[in-house]
């Protein structure tokens, strides 16, 4: 009995939401372009870097996607191409099993060598 409730409920939820969804406008989607500026300059670097990727395996070989690769290496490991990092002002030392409260447990006794 309950079985069939269920049932029918589940089929009355799924007309309702296909009902909804077929009466529901198409609205144009945002292109992510619109976002940017179009007055910014395109940076040749990056632009030459995409030519580069669609070369695909032929890329390695052309001399000018090898000088464009170092020309990005040199860009992104230059000094001052990213933020510095912030280390802590003080750091913290290890903590150690008896300031965690856990008492250290002794070690093994090892087996005696048979005496022969």
């Not at 077929?22 to 945002?30: H, L, V």
């Not at 802590?88 to 005496?115: H, K």
Request: hydrophobic share 40%.
């Amino acid at each position: 009995m309950i079985a069939r409730v269920a049932a029918v409920v589940f089929v009355a939820v799924a007309i309702t939401a296909a009902a909804i969804e077929m009466n529901r406008t198409d609205e144009p989607a945002e292109s992510w372009g619109g976002a940017r500026p179009s007055t910014a300059q395109v940076d040749p670097l990056r632009a030459e870097l995409l030519r580069c990727q669609t070369l695909g395996e032929a890329g390695p070989k052309d001399p000018s996607c090898l000088r464009i690769w170092a020309e990005n290496r040199k860009r992104f490991l230059a000094p001052g191409a990213r933020p510095a990092e912030e280390l802590p002002q003080s750091p913290t030392p290890p903590r150690s099993a008896t300031d965690l409260g856990i008492s250290p447990q002794p070690a093994p006794a090892s087996p005696a060598p048979d005496a022969q």
